[in-house]
């Protein structure tokens, strides 16, 4: 008999956060009937300067079954909080979840930007990702690394050796399910490995609360700069050199405004 669910939140209090948040995302934008290209990443939008699209595409889903693969892999993946021992445990799990998060989505803009510019595959200019699979996927690398003969549990009756479960993950999700998104899921694994072999390390909290922090920045102008969100109290004015914003405080009515963006197809991820 498995522990009461209680006792499995406090082990991976991370995890379980993780998963309120885009349990409530989702819950959200059901309800507002909001659409996901008002929420999901793809190369037009992001060069009309809709960066904190990188963020919310993430924490996005696209259906409740989305929702549930996602969130059920991403509670196996959990135990990673637990190992310490292997230079993880919850800070580190926090750290590189951030890193796989912003780092997943700019490689997934890199790799339409190279199928568009070199093979002149205009599909990718307009398709939407949603999701947090680049996540799933990069942290299933991390552990298939650090541990590989750790075992991930999927619904409570299907279980894959970790080694191999980000490419049998990759493979079964692309047969499966014809809109799940390839290049989300290979630039998770990709940035997966580069954690798990050191080429992406040295995150502190200092470097965590640093990044998150101009994260947070990056993400407000561009919601003010794209129109997406009227932040009414924030103004930008041209400087001598239009590239330099100034700021100034003007009063602190908000408004939420969306503006639909024709889009080929919703890719999840």
Not at 248 to 256: A, K, Q, S, V, Y
Request: net charge neutral; glycine share 8%; hydrophobic share 50%.
């Amino acid at each position: 008999m498995g522990k009461p669910l209680f006792y499995e939140i406090l082990e991976k209090p991370a995890t379980s956060c993780i998963i309120g948040v885009c349990s409530g995302i989702w819950f959200y934008i059901q309800k507002k009937n909001i659409g996901y290209q008002h929420v999901g990443l793809s190369y037009e939008t992001a060069i009309e300067g809709h960066h904190w699209r990188v963020i919310t595409s993430a924490f996005s889903h696209i259906s409740v079954l989305h929702l549930v693969f996602n969130m059920s892999a991403l509670w196996s993946l959990g135990v990673i909080e637990q190992l310490d021992h292997l230079g993880l445990g919850v800070a580190n799990y926090l750290h590189y979840t951030l890193v796989l998060v912003v780092v997943s989505g700019l490689l997934v803009l890199g790799m339409y930007h190279f199928l568009i510019q070199r093979f002149k595959i205009e599909y990718f200019r307009r398709v939407t990702a949603v999701g947090y699979s680049c996540v799933v996927f990069g942290w299933m690398t991390i552990l298939s690394v650090k541990q590989p003969s750790s075992k991930l549990d999927l619904f409570g009756f299907l279980s894959l050796p970790i080694s191999f479960a980000p490419f049998e993950s990759l493979i079964f999700t692309s047969i499966i399910v014809p809109q799940a998104s390839f290049l989300g899921h290979l630039s998770g694994i990709i940035v997966g490995y580069a954690i798990a072999w050191g080429l992406i390390h040295g995150m502190t909290n200092y470097w965590a609360v640093s990044t998150l922090g101009w994260i947070a920045v990056v993400f407000i102008f561009s919601l003010k700069h794209s129109g997406a969100y009227d932040f009414s109290f924030l103004e930008i004015e041209s400087v001598t050199d239009p590239s330099l914003p100034t700021v100034r405080f003007i009063g602190n009515g908000r408004t939420l405004q969306m503006n639909t963006v024709p889009v080929e197809g919703i890719q999840i991820v």
